[in-house]
């Protein structure tokens, strides 16, 4: 990856991912979100634990993160831009479009604020 690439990538990552590590590692404690996202092997949704590797991401400074650690990173940034496009009408505030980008360590609400 470029390093273009890179500072874009950490650019739209610092802004999109908007919870501490504290904060998304006590979300990911609820049962709200443990109820929502894609299932694919067990009990732990997909996007649960993406957010307990994103707990890890956040802990470690930009020159740390591996190959591995950017493409997360990258699928990040991807899905929570993705999601927010198909941000439903009226209150979101304890909605499953909600919890699942909480899972993902943003939370809609205060990127309104």
Do not use: C
């Not at 590797?53 to 993160?65: F, H, T, Y």
């Amino acid at each position: 990856m470029s390093p273009v690439d890179s500072d874009t990538i950490w650019q739209r990552w610092t802004a999109l991912v908007n919870l501490t590590p504290a904060e998304l590692e006590d979300w990911l404690e609820t049962d709200e979100s443990w109820s929502v996202g894609f299932k694919e092997y067990g009990e732990e949704s997909v996007g649960h634990a993406s957010g307990r590797r994103i707990v890890g991401l956040l802990q470690v400074g930009r020159e740390d993160l591996s190959e591995d650690d950017w493409r997360h990173v990258r699928k990040t940034v991807g899905f929570i831009r993705r999601h927010l496009a198909q941000r439903p009408t009226g209150d979101i505030t304890d909605t499953r479009w909600r919890y699942s980008l909480l899972n993902w360590g943003h939370d809609p609400l205060r990127a309104d604020r």
